[in-house]
Nanobody, 118 residues
């Protein structure tokens, strides 16, 4: 069983930056594809960015060039650096872990809220 704990959310003005972190425990972190998802009010949860065990990254079109996902296996941590934030980035952000060979994440964090507003 993998436990994921996010941190780093908060209120930021448009154009600002935030860095989210996710600490994992209880599993072999290095084998999982780690990801960040978000869910805005009244909308479905969507994938923001993922990073595979080998370091391959993938981003939603809406965040390309602004967000960067990274992982540090030695610290069982995955981060999401968010720059040039926009009001439409406002959402609860969730960390996820997907086991090898699986199509969807099996593990989720509790979420951290990001609000982009003046």
């Amino acid at each position: 069983q993998v436990q994921l704990v996010e941190s780093g959310g908060g209120l930021v003005q448009p154009g600002g930056s935030l860095r989210l972190s996710c600490a994992a425990s209880g599993g072999i972190f290095s084998i999982y594809t780690m990801g960040w998802y978000r869910q805005a009010p009244g909308k479905q949860r969507e994938s923001v960015a993922t990073v595979t065990s080998s370091g391959f990254t993938n981003y939603a079109d809406s965040v390309k060039g602004r967000f960067t996902i990274s992982r540090e296996n030695a610290k069982n941590t995955v981060r999401l650096q968010m720059n040039n934030l926009k009001p439409e980035d406002t959402a609860v952000y969730y960390c996820s872990a997907r086991s090898p060979g699986q199509r969807t994440p099996a593990y989720w964090g509790q979420g951290t809220k990001v609000t982009v507003s003046l």
